[in-house]
């Protein structure tokens, strides 16, 4: 069955649901996610979003503290964009119903995390990114121009390799007509047409064995942009969350909030020693690249798995009432927080590459925008600054509408689409074979490809990975399609991505530490 729609948006976290209330003003959206509409990063977001609020916190600072942890290779104009407009995009999500805490004379209460020289994080207590999550899908929900789709899951873009045309990297006018998309409570294949395409899928972090993710987390619109032969940039900077709960088995991990450590928590070996001072002068409040190195040289140094958060010397009822969710999932695992030390290890958490995009979110691809973790805007540069992704989806998606809406009337929908084409058999193995190598792929990239890298242990990844390529290409080939077969197409693609760009990187820097080339390149930022 073929659907056609202005605005094809495919991802239900802040990105896409806020693209899709404003496109709604120009003309029919179909909003697109895998499961529901609230299983999203979104979701999980804990610490906040940072936006510069009042004095003594300005504009300058806030860039400055972002250039600064992006380490010399964020894109400036992106910068000053994000930051200049957050204001007044945290004014939208305001008007759409987000409730952000305030102190007693009513004004916004702010946190402060690592690498940020004021406070200007806003939240809501310790689980923003659930109370900007439901309020916008409450927005959706009343909105009578859009049409919501749970459990549709996006296989392929569309473009004019479907058509028959021969598509390479470089052929010069790419475009996007749409989406394949599998129906995952019928199993039915459809065609959405589209003039306006938004990837706003999301992060990657399935990519790897323990991940502070949900399991959604495939890069699922990333390996869809590689496929099609889109620009994909700065896959190599994955960032790790220094402060992952340490509790084996446990997936997606839970986070300890970096707001826990701007309020005062300190990180101390297994003997309680302090140890950050020794790695750089702004302690347990360096940016994120540089505490999740020196944990994982402590643990290495100590061969610990963990190491602790002490937060017991803070106040215990001030402690509960900022961090009530941190606080009670720690209680439920045995440890009190404001008497015990939490037990942490650096955790994957975030991508900061993906769809290269421009000022107005298009990507490389005619009529496909891309917004938040899957798309790579330059802000962040080789290390993301804490709070400040939030800020950039709802910061682009806002760009996108702008710039699409102006376009929409010299679109049409490309009517010569074929519907997809689904020979093929459902083998019996069919889902172990799947299921071994996505723990594979996990095992690979967990083992070679972590927080500190070397030219060895990344060709030796690439060569483990070219085998499970080879296997699922077959293998997709002969199956009928599902999201499992998908999903594992779609991590080794972003697995593939992350290794290759980080050979080609012969620098440390940010992210990407290599033992190899440890020191940064000069010419750069
Ligand atoms: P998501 O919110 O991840 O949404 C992705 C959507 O895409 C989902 O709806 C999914 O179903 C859909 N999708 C994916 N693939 C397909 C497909 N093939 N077909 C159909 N639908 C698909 N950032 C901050 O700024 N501040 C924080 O405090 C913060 N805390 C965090 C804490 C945790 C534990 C985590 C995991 C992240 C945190 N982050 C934080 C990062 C931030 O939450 C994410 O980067 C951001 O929410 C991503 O939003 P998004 O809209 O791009 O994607
Ligand atoms: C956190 O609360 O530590 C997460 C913040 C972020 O990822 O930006």
């Not at 102190?103 to 690498?115: A, I, K, V």
């Not at 297994?270 to 540089?290: H, N, T, V, W």
């Not at 140094?301 to 001030?318: A, C, K, Q, W």
Request: aromatic share 8%.
């Amino acid at each position: 069955m073929t659907r056609k729609f202005d605005f094809l948006i495919i991802g239900s976290g802040i990105a896409g649901i806020s693209f899709a209330l404003k496109a709604a003003k120009h003309g029919k959206v179909a909003l697109l996610c895998k499961t529901t509409l609230s299983e999203s990063n979104t979701s999980y977001a804990q610490g906040g979003i940072a936006s510069v609020t009042h004095d003594p916190d300005n504009f300058e600072k806030h860039i400055e503290d972002t250039l600064i942890a992006g380490d010399g290779h964020c894109d400036l104009a992106a910068v000053a964009k994000v930051i200049q407009e957050a204001p007044s995009q945290i004014e939208e999500l305001l008007n759409w119903g987000v409730d952000f805490d305030r102190d007693e004379e009513g004004n916004f209460d702010l946190h402060r995390e690592g690498g940020h020289s004021e406070h200007r994080i806003l939240h809501h207590k310790d689980n923003t990114g659930y109370e900007i999550q439901e309020s916008l899908i409450r927005q959706v929900k009343a909105h009578p121009e859009i049409e919501v789709y749970e459990h549709y899951f996006a296989i392929e873009i569309l473009t004019q390799h479907h058509l028959g045309e021969l598509v390479t990297h470089h052929t010069p006018n790419i475009e996007c007509y749409g989406a394949y998309v599998l129906n995952l409570q019928t199993n039915n294949i459809h065609t959405f047409l589209s003039k306006v395409t938004m990837l706003a899928t999301g992060g990657i972090g399935s990519v790897y064995s323990t991940t502070t993710n949900p399991e959604i987390a495939t890069g699922d619109g990333i390996a869809m942009v590689h496929r099609a032969r889109g620009v994909i940039k700065d896959m190599e900077f994955v960032q790790f969350h220094p402060t992952g709960l340490y509790h084996p088995g446990e997936r997606p991990t839970f986070l300890i909030s970096e707001a826990i450590r701007g309020y005062g928590a300190v990180l101390r070996t297994q003997d309680g020693k302090q140890f950050m001072q020794k790695y750089d002068e702004r302690g347990s409040l360096a940016p994120r690249d540089i505490v999740s190195r020196a944990i994982d040289n402590e643990m290495k140094i100590r061969g610990h798995n963990f190491v602790y958060l002490d937060v017991t010397r803070m106040d215990s009822e001030e402690t509960k009432t900022h961090f009530p969710n941190i606080y009670t999932k720690c209680l439920e695992s045995g440890i009190d927080i404001t008497k015990d030390f939490i037990p942490v290890s650096p955790i994957q958490h975030y991508l900061c590459g993906g769809i290269k995009v421009d000022l107005s979110g298009r990507s490389s691809i005619n009529r496909l925008y891309a917004a938040g973790e899957c798309s790579c805007t330059g802000l962040h540069g080789a290390n993301r600054l804490a709070s400040n992704s939030l800020i950039e989806a709802i910061v682009y998606a806002d760009a996108a509408v702008k710039d699409a809406a102006k376009r929409l009337d010299s679109l049409t929908y490309n009517e010569f689409i074929p519907d997809w084409n689904d020979e093929g058999t459902s083998l019996p193995e069919e889902m172990v074979l799947i299921t071994q190598s996505f723990r594979e792929v996990e095992q690979i990239m967990s083992t070679y490809v972590g927080i500190v890298r070397s030219n060895l242990r990344l060709v030796r990844a690439m060569n483990r990975l070219e085998i499970l390529y080879r296997e699922t290409e077959h293998l997709f080939e002969k199956s009928v399609v599902s999201r499992e077969i998908c999903e594992l197409r779609n991590v080794i693609s972003i697995a593939y991505l992350i290794i290759k760009q980080a050979l080609l990187r012969k620098e440390s820097r940010g992210l990407h530490y290599t033992v190899d080339y440890p020191d940064r390149m000069r010419h750069e930022g």
